[in-house]
């Protein structure tokens, strides 16, 4: 039987790496100097490989996790948080307290947008479902944070309560970020805007009619994508 630790996974991971895939990707996750994605570094790996890689080594303790969280290779640090989805999926409250804790004490890698969307609902929002919303503090505190990541996990991690058409918290952060100054986060907001949509529309269009007219173009973009042309010209003229 293969050993399961750090090494193995590098090594793996390693082999699995795709040059040509890593030069695109380097480009579509804004590794250039100024970018968001500054220096991160890609293998060129695709996520269902990755998935796979996670499942094999979700035994990886925290320690091990975090060593891979530290790393400057971008897949490294994504399939690590996979494996966090992994073990959040089998264990139970309290080492869900734990894992969630852990994932909060690490933000500071979880720095470009795949990382979060791959990874805040599943861990942090499905973590907080079981939790009166009045005690979903961290959600705003995130939503305030001065790091784009932190805010980008608030709003992501309401995605889990979007799926049970629970729609006061994701409401609640997007006005929260309707005024943020990155383009990362309009579409976040959007998004879960367009999310709401397709569970009941009346409840987005009820926000959008009192937020259109201040809502920065991208997030208003994205919450309208799937409207009727007449109705998306409507939103945007207002």
């Not at 968001?36 to 060129?44: A, V």
């Not at 969630?100 to 499905?126: C, M, R």
Request: aromatic content about 10%; some cysteine; overall charge positive.
């Amino acid at each position: 039987m293969q050993e399961i630790s750090v090494s193995t996974f590098k090594s793996e991971m390693a082999g699995l790496a795709n040059p040509e895939k890593a030069k695109i990707l380097s480009s579509f996750f804004k590794t250039g100097k100024g970018e968001y994605g500054e220096g991160d570094i890609f293998l060129g790996i695709a996520v269902p490989m990755q998935r796979e890689v996670a499942k094999k080594y979700s035994s990886l303790n925290f320690t091990e996790v975090k060593n891979l969280l530290k790393s400057n290779t971008h897949e490294h640090r994504l399939t690590a948080l996979l494996i966090l989805v992994q073990q959040f999926k089998r264990v139970d409250e309290k080492q869900r307290e734990k894992i969630v804790d852990f994932y909060l004490a690490s933000t500071k890698y979880i720095n470009n947008w795949d990382l979060v969307d791959l990874s805040a609902d599943k861990i942090l929002g499905e973590y907080l479902c079981a939790v009166p919303s009045k005690e979903r503090k961290i959600l705003r505190k995130l939503a305030k944070s001065k790091n784009i990541w932190e805010r980008r996990i608030a709003m992501l991690a309401t995605f889990a309560f979007i799926k049970r058409n629970e729609f006061d918290d994701a409401l609640e952060i997007s006005e929260l970020l309707l005024n943020d100054k990155h383009d990362l986060i309009h579409k976040a907001v959007g998004w879960m805007l367009r999310e709401i949509g397709k569970r009941d529309l009346a409840i987005e269009e009820k926000f959008l009619k009192k937020h259109c007219k201040k809502m920065p173009r991208t997030a208003l973009r994205y919450a309208i994508e799937k409207f009727p042309e007449k109705k998306r010209e409507f939103y945007l003229k207002n």
